[in-house]
Every structure is written in structure tokens, then in C-alpha cells.
């Protein structure tokens, strides 16, 4: 059986979330793939994949859905019946319908979702928020996940584990903190080289506000650390988010 991981994850917490989850799915006589549907130039359409594979779609909830750009990526995805394990990640809050939204995208796609697990990482805007996280202690319960995964596709289940959320799914959210550059800059062009929606101009690096999604890749990779949200509308934010976030959330399991 050999693993393709389909991974949205442009500050880096689903990707760790990910690789705790599926750390005990590779054997001597399997290969694994990463896709980052972050990534610009990412195409699925021509992704072979057969029905003895087990296909990993990892990705944040944006506000309690699937972030658009990647359930547009996911959309050109010929899946010819390949086992499904889901992962959603988010920060602390809520991940609403992002989990029964991406399970209709992956079964439109032509896979069969057979798991569903979500996790809990660090806020990618208000960072004090699960802080660190995945941790240690969330390391060693994900891949305890991916092991029971692991022995129940052995035996391949016919039927979609029940997952929360709801159908029709919550409005998404037009609002977004843009990111911009101080003047510790030093127009290394990592931003823009890197922005999945290519919103950021390479020669001036301003953003472009229509176009930019709010993932915050443009902070994580920037080695100045010049890149960030207005202070203030940052601060508001996490002020509004702080009975939401403080309490310690769970990661869960559905098989």
C-alpha cells in the first residue's frame, strides 16, 4: 500500500500534525508522496493514484471551513477509489464544518473515506493560542491514531465514519488580516516566491488585498521576521479570541 499526502499547510503546523499521524504508514515495500497544496504551481489532475493506495488529505480549518484554495485544488483530484484518512487541523477555537465539508470533497473526488482525525496546533494569526502545539503529548496520541488507523484499513472498512458538522455549512468569512513588511525588509523576495496565491508583487512586495487568503506563509518563511498583521488588529483579534482558545482542546479520532 503506498501513502500520498495531500497537505495544506502554510505555516507548518499541519504538516507536523501529519507526519505524527501517518509517522508508521511507511513498510519496506511501500513509497510514500507529499503534495503541498499550498504550494503555487501544485496540479492534481494528473496525480495517479489506484484503489491500493491510502491517500492523507491534511489541512487547516479556515473559520470553520476548508480553506477555498485548497478544496479548489482537491476539486481536480481523480481519486479511482483510493482509501481516505482525513485531517483537520486548528488552532484551539473551533473547527466547525471543516471536517464534514472535507469529507463530501474527498468522496466527490472519487476517494472512499475511511478515518477522520483532528488536532489541534498553533493559532497561525493569534500565536499565543496552543502555543507549540503539536506537542509532545499530542505527537505521541496522533501517532497512536495513525496505528489504529493503520489496523483498521487492514481490514477495509465499507462504510464512512460519522463526523461532525453540518450541511448546509456556516458562511464563509470574508474578513482577513494582510500581512505587510516593516522596515527590517531587505526585499529577499522569499514572500512573494513563496505566497500561494501569488498576491505579493516580487519587485515592490506589496500585497495585493483582493487576492491575498490570510494564510500567514508569508510571516513563517520570512527570515527578517518583517512580515505581520497590523498590530492593533492583531491585538483585537486575540483579545476576541481569548475565551475561545485558553482551555487545552483534545484532538479526536473517528473511525
Known sequence: MNTVRL?????????????????????????????????PGTDLSSLPLSKSDLVLI????????????????????????????????????????????LADLAERSGLSVLAAVTAVTEHSIARCYATGRPDEQDRQELRAFGQRIAETLSARPTTTPALPGNRPYKALSTRKLIPVPDESCNHCGLCAASCPVQAIDPETLHTDDASCIGCMRCVSVCPQQARRPDPATLALLTEALRPLCSDRKPNELFI
Not at 12 to 24: E, H, I, M, Q, Y
Not at 61 to 73: I, K, Q, T
Open 58 to 101: 491534511a489541512l487547516p480549518s479556515y473559520g470553520g471551513r476548508v480553506p477555498a484554495l485548497a478544496a479548489e485544488r482537491l476539486a481536480a483530484l481523480r481519486g479511482n477509489g483510493a482509501a481516505c484518512v482525513l485531517l483537520c487541523t486548528y488552532g484551539n477555537r473551533a473547527y466547525e464544518d471543516t471536517l464534514i465539508e
Open 7 to 39: 497537505i495544506f499547510s502554510p505555516t507548518g503546523g499541519t504538516r507536523r500534525a501529519a507526519d505524527a499521524l501517518s509517522a508508521d504508514w511507511i513498510s519496506p515495500n511501500s513509497s510514500r508522496r507529499d503534495c503541498e497544496l499550498s504550494d
